[in-house]
């Protein structure tokens, strides 16, 4: 079976060229579950309700997210509300949300999708290591397909992640860094990995905002507010092919469209 997975969704300009192209990409690559990171999907920063349901009825079957989940204050009631939207698991386990969701793919074999968190240079989480072991053994043994999106800022940390989850779960692919990257294979115990599948966004900017505002902000120090850029707009995404009896990973393949 075939699982897409789009890189962070950023702004209007990301949900528009997912919107363009998604329903085709479900056609000519007979995807059986689409996923997406739509931590950016509002105007940058986080998501809101509306965007939420907007990306799943386009078709996405279930939302990743990252660090900026936080950012809009009506995600907070909406999250226990809405299963499909996850947050990564290994932020503390008060707070609304799941890092885990358990769905039928369209041709009916079950799916865990798991979102986790990285450490270095982010925000404080609980250990996201020991967090996808806790996950993975609170699951139903008959499950085998577990697609993993680990949104880190490190290319070590999610090479790690990639490691400790080899033969384990059937992929891990990295967020956050919006820059895509072309280490995408199949490690040795069947697990299709990639360091990060890139911005689903405006690539005529500094990882989605403004060129000029961004600039600022590191040539004077200051806290200088960002704006979603609007042009150089590409999707960015991988398809990973998976054996659903095994839960085995035997591709994985760059998509970008322009
Ligand atoms: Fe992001
Ligand atoms: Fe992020």
Known sequence: MNILFIGDIFASPGRTVVSRYLQQIIAEEKIQLAIANAENSAGGFGITPQISEELL??????????????????????????????????????????????????????????????RVHMPQTDCPFRKADELLAALNPAVKVKFVDFHAELTSEKQAMGWHLNGRVSAVVGTHTHVPTADERVLSGGTAYQTDVGMTGPYDSIIGSEKALALKRFLTGMPIRLDAAKTGVELHSVIVTVNEATGQATGIRRLCLC
């Open 57 to 118: 009825s386009l078709g996405l079957d279930v939302l990743t997210t990252g660090n900026h989940i936080w950012d809009k204050k009506d995600i907070f009631d909406y999250l226990p509300r809405q299963p499909r939207l996850l947050r990564p698991a290994n932020y503390n386990q008060d707070l609304p949300g799941s890092g885990v969701a358990v769905l039928k793919a369209r041709n009916g074999v079950e799916v865990a999708v798991m979102n986790l968190q990285g």
